[in-house]
């Protein structure tokens, strides 16, 4: 019986040790590598963009890769248009060629703030 407690009590402080862990919130530089596909907007008219282009068969991507490089993918009809870019996160935004632009991550979901409007993208 003194056996069972004695394990149990171990197990119960390697429990409580790892729940004490503090998990620090991430940093946007490394969430932000990967594609992203436009998928929706904030505003009505972001919405109604957004699904207009997904009606007609258009697409834009985003690829951010971990060293501060990019491409801007646009599908508009057979061949799709590819732009490269350079990025930097700075101050909470993010600056793509010189451009800054707000933007948040919430889980899979990265929203950028252009002109106004929020565009969302989803992470692939």
Same mark, same amino acid.
């Given at each position: 019986?003194?056996?069972? !407690? *004695?394990?149990?009590?171990? %197990?119960?402080?390697?429990?409580?040790?790892? *729940?004490?862990?503090?998990?620090?919130? *991430?940093?946007? %530089?490394?969430?932000? $590598?990967?594609?992203?596909?436009?998928?929706?907007?904030? #505003?009505?008219? %972001?919405?109604?963009? $957004?699904?207009?282009?997904?009606?007609?068969?258009? #697409?834009?991507?985003?690829? /951010?890769? %971990?060293? +501060?490089?990019?491409?801007?993918?646009?599908?508009? +009809?057979?061949?799709?248009? $590819?732009?490269?870019?350079?990025?930097?996160?700075?101050?909470?935004? !993010?600056?793509?060629?010189?451009?800054? *632009?707000? /933007?948040?991550?919430?889980?899979?979901?990265?929203?950028?703030?252009?002109? +106004?409007?929020?565009? !969302? /993208?989803?992470?692939?």
């Amino acid at each position: 019986m003194k056996k069972l !407690i *004695a394990i149990l009590m171990v %197990a119960l402080l390697a429990l409580s040790l790892v *729940a004490c862990g503090s998990k620090e919130p *991430a940093d946007p %530089a490394t969430t932000i $590598v990967g594609t992203w596909e436009l998928d929706d907007g904030e #505003s009505e008219e %972001a919405k109604t963009a $957004v699904q207009m282009m997904k009606l007609f068969g258009m #697409s834009m991507t985003f690829e /951010f890769n %971990a060293d +501060g490089t990019g491409k801007l993918t646009t599908q508009m +009809g057979e061949e799709p248009e $590819v732009n490269d870019f350079t990025y930097e996160i700075k101050d909470n935004q !993010i600056v793509i060629d010189g451009s800054p *632009a707000d /933007f948040r991550i919430e889980g899979k979901k990265l929203h950028i703030t252009v002109d +106004g409007d929020q565009l !969302i /993208f989803k992470k692939k």
